[in-house]
């Protein structure tokens, strides 16, 4: 089983930027493809991006039409969001979640979650 911490949310001006973590503790993060999802308020869980195991391929290519890079150090058994170009429309609590890695390279199936940071984006 994995533990997974985000962090690195706030506040931000339209146009700004943020670098999400998630710190992942119990298991070598190596079992794990990772993923990325916001839930806004009143709105369905949205799935943004997926990196493999060895972080070589992601998931869609070109998250938020490339504003949005998901990567990961497994060394440091963490991964990251890097978001620019911030717009209020993502203004959303963000979640990390990995399921195992053979699993396929998309939104669905993830088994554990962390308890998600807080991203406003304000114009």
């Known amino acids: 089983q994995v533990q997974l911490v985000e962090s690195g949310g706030g506040s931000v001006q339209a146009g700004g930027s943020l670098r999400l973590s998630c710190a992942a503790s119990?298991?070598?993060?190596?079992?794990?493809?990772m993923g990325w999802f916001r839930q806004a308020p009143g709105a369905e869980r949205e799935f943004l991006s997926a990196i493999s195991w060895s972080g070589i391929t992601t998931y869609p290519t070109d998250s938020r039409k490339g504003r949005f890079t998901i990567s990961r150090d497994n060394a440091k058994s963490t991964i990251y969001l890097q978001m620019n170009s911030l717009k209020p429309e993502d203004t959303a609590v963000y979640y990390c979640?990995?399921?195992?890695?053979?699993?396929?390279?998309?939104?669905?199936?993830?088994?554990?979650w962390g308890q998600g940071t807080q991203v406003t984006v304000s114009s």
């Open positions: 119990g298991r070598t993060l190596l079992n794990y493809t």
């Open positions: 979640a990995a399921k195992g890695r053979m699993h396929p390279l998309d939104g669905h199936e993830y088994d554990y």
